[in-house]
C-alpha cells in the first residue's frame, strides 16, 4: 500500500525513518542557538556590570583625591595613591601647598575619568596667590590597578605638569608704594586735622598673617593695611599691585615653567571731593560754639561732599555718624509728600497752640498761636500744630514713600533700616531711617521729626540739595556717582518758595544774619536730654546757597535759630 502506515512499532514510518526527523534537529538547534545566546548576553552583562563598576571605582578615586588636593588634606589625598608612592605624596602636597602661598586652590576634572585605555582624568587647577593674584593650568591624574582597585599613580608632575622629583615652587615678592589720599586741589588730606582726624583713617604694618588676610588676598605679613576710614575702604587702590611671580623650579635650580607673574604697579592716589576752602570755613563757624555739633556741605548739582565738620575734631565723626532727631528740618519732607498728594501750595490750616492726636498733644515752641495761615508763613514760623494737621490729610504710604525719595531708610525694622541707611560712603556712616509709624500719633510726631526719625548732618544737607536742584542724590566723596531720585515736577520749586522765606522778614532765622539767596530750615528737636531741661533740644540749620546745600547740628544747645542758623551765616560769609 502507497504512503505510510502503522509500522507495528508505535508509530507511522513509511520507510522505517527515526522520529528524529529534520523538525526535531532544528528545534535542538533552536536550543542551543538560544543557550548559546543566553550564554553570551550573560557574559556581556557581567562585563559591562564589571566595566561599570570599575569606572565608577576610577571616578570616585580621582574626584576624592582632587577634593583633598583642592582643600590642602594631603593624607586624605595619599589615601587615593598607590601605597608604595602615598608617603611620598604626602609630603610633596604638603610642602608644594606652602610653597605656592595659596589663598585659594581648586582642582576640578574636565572631562570623562578613563578606565580603559589610558587610566585617569584631565583637570583644571584654579589658584589665588597671596600677595600676586590668579593662576591656572591644566594637567591629569593617571590612575593604575592594585589588586582590584583604582590608585593614583602619583608624581610631582600630577600637582603641576612642570614639576618633577627635586622640584619646587619658588615664590618672589617686590612691594608696592602707598597712594595717597587728597582733597580736591590735589592737596593731601593730613593738612586738615579734622579730615585726618575723622575721615583719613590709620595705616598700619601687618603683624601677623592672620591680619593680612583679613586685609585682602594682596596683602602678605609686613605690608602697611589702612586699618579704617578712606585707608580701609580704598585700601587696594591706595596699595597698588605687588610685583613677583611664582615658578616651577626642577632639582638643578632650573625654571621649568612660571605660574603667575605681575610686574610691580605703585598705589594710586585717590582724590576726593573735599574741599579745604570750603572746610576751614565751616570748622572757623563753629569754633566758637561750646556745644558739640556738625557742619556738612554738598554740591547740590553732583552730591559730592564740599566739608565735613566735627566740634570737637577730636573724638567721634558726628558729621557723618551723628544719629538724631531733625526735628523741624523734616518739615521739607513732609510738605514735599503733600505737595506729592496733591496738596494745594496755597492751602490754609490752623496754627493753634496746640493739637491731640490720638490722645497725645502736640505744641508750638513757647506756646505760639498764629491761627490759620497759609503753607509758607507755617513752614516760616515752624508751626508744629499747622503740620501735625496737615500730615493727617496725607497717605502713610506717601509720607514713607517721599522719605525714602529723599534717601531716608524706610524698613519698619530699625535694626535693618539703620544698616541699610549705613553705606552712604565708603566708610562707617548713618544716612537716615524713617520707620513706618505704629499709629496716627507717632505718624503726626515724625512729620515733625520726632519719635523715630533719625538723620545725620549729612543726610540732611542731601535734602536741601534736593530742593535745590530737583533731585535727591547720594552724597559722595570721589567723582563716581553714588543713587539719585529726581523730584516729581513742581515739586521743588514750591519747596524753594517755602524755604526762602525762613530767613525772610518774620521767618525762625530771620535774625541769624544769613546772606541775601540763602533758603533753608531751622529745626529744634527733643531729645531725652531736653525732657529734663527743655533748653537742651538739638539744635539744626538746613539750607543752601548758591551750589553748595549744608547742614548745621550742635547737641542740646538750644533752638535752631539762635546757635546753627547763626553758624551757619558765618560759614557762608567766611565763603564770601
Given at each position: 500500500m502507497r504512503g505510510g502506515g502503522y509500522d507495528g512499532y508505535g508509530g507511522y514510518g513509511g520507510r522505517g525513518r527515526s522520529s528524529r526527523g529534520p523538525g526535531g534537529v532544528i528545534v535542538i538547534v533552536v536550543i542551543l542557538v538560544v543557550v548559546l545566546v543566553a550564554a553570551g548576553l550573560f557574559v556581556k552583562h557581567r562585563r559591562d556590570a564589571e566595566a561599570q563598576r570599575r569606572q565608577a571605582q576610577a571616578q570616585a578615586v580621582v574626584t576624592s583625591f582632587l577634593a583633598a588636593l583642592s582643600s590642602g588634606d594631603a593624607p586624605a589625598a595619599a589615601a587615593q595613591v598607590m601605597p608604595a608612592r602615598a608617603a611620598a605624596a604626602s609630603t610633596v602636597l604638603s610642602e608644594t601647598r606652602a610653597q605656592m602661598h595659596a589663598v585659594t586652590l581648586r582642582y576640578a576634572v574636565t572631562g570623562p575619568v578613563d578606565s580603559t585605555r589610558r587610566p585617569g582624568a584631565a583637570y583644571r587647577a584654579t589658584l589665588e596667590v597671596r600677595g600676586l593674584g590668579p593662576a591656572s593650568w591644566t594637567g591629569r591624574v593617571p590612575l593604575q590597578r592594585v589588586g582590584d582597585t583604582w590608585k593614583v599613580a602619583f608624581t610631582p608632575a600630577v600637582v603641576h605638569p612642570a614639576l618633577t622629583d627635586g622640584g619646587h615652587?619658588?615664590?618672589t615678592r617686590e612691594r608696592p608704594s602707598r597712594g595717597r589720599i587728597l582733597v580736591a586741589d590735589g592737596q593731601s588730606m593730613t593738612l586738615d586735622a579734622d579730615l585726618a582726624g575723622n575721615l583719613r583713617g590709620q595705616v598700619t604694618t601687618a603683624k601677623t598673617d592672620a591680619e593680612a588676610a583679613a586685609a585682602g588676598p594682596r596683602f602678605l605679613k609686613d605690608d602697611d593695611i589702612g586699618t579704617s576710614g578712606l585707608q580701609r575702604a580704598?585700601?587696594?587702590?591706595?596699595q597698588g599691585q605687588p610685583g613677583g611671580a611664582l615658578s616651577v623650579v626642577d632639582a638643578d635650580g632650573r625654571t621649568t615653567a612660571t605660574v603667575v607673574s605681575a610686574r610691580r604697579a605703585d598705589g594710586q592716589d585717590v582724590t576726593t571731593s573735599l574741599d579745604l576752602r570750603i572746610q576751614r570755613a565751616a570748622e572757623a563757624a563753629v569754633a566758637t560754639v561750646p556745644q558739640a555739633g556738625a557742619i556738612a556741605a554738598v554740591d547740590t548739582r553732583t552730591g559730592q561732599i564740599l566739608a565735613l565738620v566735627n566740634h570737637p575734631s577730636a573724638g567721634f565723626g558726628r558729621a557723618i555718624g551723628g544719629k538724631g532727631p531733625p526735628g523741624s528740618t523734616f518739615k521739607i519732607i513732609t510738605s514735599a509728600a503733600a505737595l506729592i498728594a496733591g496738596i494745594p501750595p496755597s492751602t490754609v490750616l490752623d496754627c493753634s497752640a496746640t493739637t491731640k492726636v490720638n490722645g497725645r498733644t502736640f505744641k508750638n515752641a513757647e506756646n505760639e498761636a498764629a491761627g490759620p495761615i497759609g503753607w509758607t508763613k507755617a513752614f516760616a514760623d515752624s508751626c508744629n500744630t499747622w503740620f501735625?494737621?496737615?500730615?493727617d490729610k496725607v497717605p502713610q504710604s506717601t509720607l514713607t514713600s517721599t522719605a525714602a525719595l529723599f534717601g531716608f531708610a524706610t524698613d519698619a525694622d530699625s535694626t535693618k533700616a539703620?544698616?541699610?541707611a549705613a553705606g552712604i560712603l565708603p566708610i562707617r556712616s548713618f544716612g537716615g531711617s524713617y520707620p513706618a509709624p505704629r499709629d496716627r500719633a507717632q505718624?503726626?510726631?515724625?512729620?515733625?521729626?520726632?519719635?523715630?526719625v533719625l538723620a545725620s548732618p549729612l543726610q540732611m544737607a542731601s535734602v536741601a540739595a534736593a530742593v535745590a536742584d530737583g533731585t535727591w542724590r547720594q552724597p559722595v566723596l570721589t567723582s563716581k556717582p553714588g543713587a539719585s531720585h529726581a523730584l516729581p515736577a513742581g515739586v521743588a520749586s514750591t519747596l524753594?518758595?517755602?524755604m526762602a522765606a525762613v530767613p525772610g522778614p518774620g521767618g525762625t532765622a530771620a535774625k541769624a544774619g544769613l546772606p541775601a539767596g540763602t533758603a533753608g530750615k531751622t529745626g529744634t528737636a527733643e531729645t531725652a536730654a531736653s525732657d529734663a531741661d527743655p533748653k537742651k533740644t538739638d539744635s539744626w540749620f538746613v539750607g543752601y546757597?548758591?551750589?553748595i546745600a549744608f547742614a548745621v547740628e550742635f547737641d542740646q544747645a538750644g533752638f535752631g535759630a539762635d546757635v546753627a542758623a547763626p553758624a551757619a551765616a558765618r560759614f557762608l560769609r567766611a565763603l564770601g
Open positions: 615652587f619658588a615664590y580704598f585700601n587696594e587702590t591706595l501735625v494737621r496737615l500730615q539703620q544698616q541699610a505718624a503726626a510726631g515724625q512729620s515733625i521729626g520726632q519719635d523715630l524753594r518758595g517755602f546757597r548758591g551750589t
